[in-house]
């Protein structure tokens, strides 16, 4: 099929208010809405705690001949392991993403009526507002959010795209390209880990969607109450994440604790999506994570997701399944889209749809 359309039209999200124009004159109380009674059984341990060392992949390493097969060593077990890694040396240089930093800042400190004249429309999964809130009832995150489609370029909907700070779009673009050379780095290492042909998960991705998100989490005067994203993984296969403003806030899931990541200076957050354990068969797993927020300071951070596109199939790949039990069924990608779209981003819930072994 050609891909030739815009990315929307596959559902939608409610329309909520800003938190952070709430956050703004807010009292003492937070609304209801906002409070998550789960968080009175957090279990938090640090790294020191936790008894284990993060995963910190070099990427420049992975391409040395010298020490590629010792880090792509790392890089397998990281993703077998973990589903999570911090990459240094990634190569991306310093102006693009100082660039970026700054004018995400400047884009989230624009006044409300500003930052609207994107606002995410009524079934579609682009511009200002929130992500996958299907119910009033639903809880909401301390967060505000934007997003878009980067790659391919017909996929892209510039009316979504903000031309406020003016240098903002030309930033977005340049900081695309950078991730993307990243990833397409890292999913060939990551085919050779899995036993395949160099290119083959390069190929597999290569005309896929590449969706921006940049997330904006206000100070909340109780922040142990609220979340600022609710417990999730990915749905798309890899994820890049760049803390903007360096305040920490990322946990990940594991032993059943959440375990805040300390992230390195400079360093790029990757976590394996839900696309990648289902292509994988789950030899790699995806990393459920949330965001907790602080009452001083906002936090900020853009995810740059790697997906399929449509017409792709989202399914096992054969040479990997070989003769093990076939763990999730095979859906076209609109489809699984349709589902991303259709749920609540909480848990593993897109591959609860997808396993056969229930
Ligand atoms: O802000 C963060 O640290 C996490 C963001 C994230 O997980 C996401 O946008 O999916
Ligand atoms: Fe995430």
Known sequence: MEKKFGFGGFGGSLKVDSVQALAANLGPEIPDIYVRPERKEDIVADEEDSGESFPVIDFGRLFDSKCSEEEAAKLHSACQGWGF????????????????????????????????????LPGQTEGYGQFLVQSKKHKLDWADRLGFVTFPPNNKQLKFWPTNPPSFRETIDAYAIEIKKVANGLLKMISKNLGLEFEKF?????????????????????????????????????????????????????????LPVQVIPGALIINIGDIIEILSNRKYKSIVHRAVVNNEKERLSVAAFHSLNIGDLVGP???????DELLYKSLQYEEYFKQVVASKLEGKTILDHMKLDK
């Open 85 to 120: 890694f911090q990459l240094v040396n990634h190569g991306i240089p310093e102006d693009v993403i100082s660039k970026l930093r700054q004018d995400t800042e400047q884009f989230f400190k624009l006044p409300l009526e500003e930052k609207e004249k994107i606002a995410q």
């Open 202 to 258: 390069y190929d597999i991705f290569k005309g896929g969607i590449q969706y921006f998100r940049f997330n904006y989490y206000p100070p909340c005067p109780s922040p142990e109450k609220v979340l600022g994203l609710c417990p999730h993984s990915d749905p798309m296969g890899l994820t890049i994440l760049l803390q903007v403003n360096d305040l920490q806030g990322l946990q990940i899931r594991r032993k059943d604790r959440w």
């Open 317 to 323: 790949i054969p040479e990997i399944v070989k003769g």
